[in-house]
């Protein structure tokens, strides 16, 4: 049984960077992709982008290129998300999900990271 | 990006009753539309898969069905821990995943 834990909530400047864990255990990673998606308060999902760990590729959502960083430590069978550049409009809560299959279901979900930026 | 749109926003419902959410996206997805549920506080899960495929341990009262365009997620027989948030989201285009913009199912 695949289980994702995510590191614990974070405050942060605006224009600083933060990076958020993702601990698989019950799997290596290597065998499917993790992705991520964030929800602002009261707000819907966003999808932010994944990587797939066995082909070392990340792809990203459109609105995020160049400010997120998607990474794999396949050692410690852990995933990252680093995201640059803060605004206050990126609080919100950031879930990392195994990404399954061919038609790409997420599940589990890890519980979910608060990151809030507050100056 | 393709976008979906979902509908209702929000419903109101008695436990027992039929509910029914679309989902209709921007341009043909063929299949590729799972459903989430959200709870407030707590992580989606996934209830269905490629349209109409339920998830392992999902009841059976819940079912989806479409393809192209529209699709619909339909509980058949509400009960009290249904109530919550259900998102779909496409997974045809394989550089950008999106998620519906929610439907909240609440108690009337």
């Known amino acids: 049984q695949v289980q994702l834990v995510q590191s614990g909530a974070e405050v942060k400047k605006p224009g600083s960077s933060v990076k958020v864990s993702c601990k698989a255990s019950g799997s290596s990673l290597r065998n499917y992709a993790i992705t991520w998606v964030r929800q602002a308060p009261g707000q819907g999902l966003e999808w932010m982008g994944g990587i797939s760990p066995l082909f070392g590729t990340a792809n990203y959502a459109q609105k995020f290129q160049g400010r997120v960083s998607i990474t794999a430590d396949e050692s410690t069978n852990t995933a990252y998300m680093d995201l640059n550049s803060l605004r206050s409009e990126d609080t919100a809560v950031y879930f990392c999900?195994?990404?399954?299959?061919?038609?790409?279901?997420?599940?589990?979900w890890g519980q979910g990271t608060l990151v809030t930026v507050s100056s | 990006d393709i976008q979906m749109t979902q509908s209702p926003s929000s419903l109101s419902a008695s436990v027992g009753d039929r509910v029914t959410i679309t989902c209709r996206a921007s341009q043909s997805i063929s299949r590729n539309l799972n459903w989430y549920q959200q709870k407030p506080g707590k992580a989606p899960k996934l209830l269905i898969y490629?349209?109409?495929t339920l998830h392992s341990g999902v009841p059976s009262r819940f079912s989806g069905s479409g393809s192209g365009t529209d699709f619909t997620l339909t509980i058949s027989s509400l009960q009290p821990e249904d109530f919550a948030t259900y998102y779909c989201?496409?997974?045809?285009?394989?550089?950008?995943?999106?998620f519906g913009g929610g439907t909240k199912v609440e108690i009337k």
């Open positions: 989201q496409q997974t045809y285009s394989t550089l950008s995943l999106t």
């Open positions: 999900a195994r990404e399954v299959g061919p038609w790409r279901w997420f599940d589990p």
């Open positions: 490629a349209a109409s």
